[in-house]
Nanobody
């Protein structure tokens, strides 16, 4: 069992930056692929970025490539999402997720464990 707790969301102006964190407890992140998803009001949950258990592979949706970076600190059992050059369309609740499958995946069904979410609001 893995428990995930996100933090770091908030209100930021367009062009600004935020770093989201997700701390895992219960079991180590070390053997799990992990990811960030987001959900805007009235929209379906959307994949944002994922990282393999070994941290050797990452993948992003096109709209955040070059602006967002996913990373993980195994020693701290923490997943990060560094977000830069934020846009109003990035406004959403951001969720971290973990999968016992080792490789990256963009489908929500591949992830067994989810955090409660953290709100990111980007003003224009």
């Amino acid at each position: 069992q893995v428990q995930l707790v996100e933090s770091g969301g908030g209100l930021v102006q367009a062009g600004g930056s935020l770093r989201l964190s997700c701390v895992a407890s219960g079991r180590t992140f070390g053997t799990y692929a992990s990811a960030w998803f987001r959900q805007a009001p009235g929209k379906e949950r959307q994949f944002v970025a994922a990282i393999s258990w070994s941290c050797s592979r990452t993948t992003y949706i096109d709209s955040v490539k070059g602006r967002f970076t996913i990373s993980r600190d195994i020693a701290k059992n923490t997943l990060y999402l560094q977000m830069s050059t934020l846009k109003p369309e990035d406004t959403a609740v951001y969720y971290c997720a973990a999968s016992p499958l080792s490789d990256v995946a963009s489908e929500p069904s591949r992830y067994n464990y989810w955090g409660q979410g953290t709100q990111v609001t980007v003003s224009s």
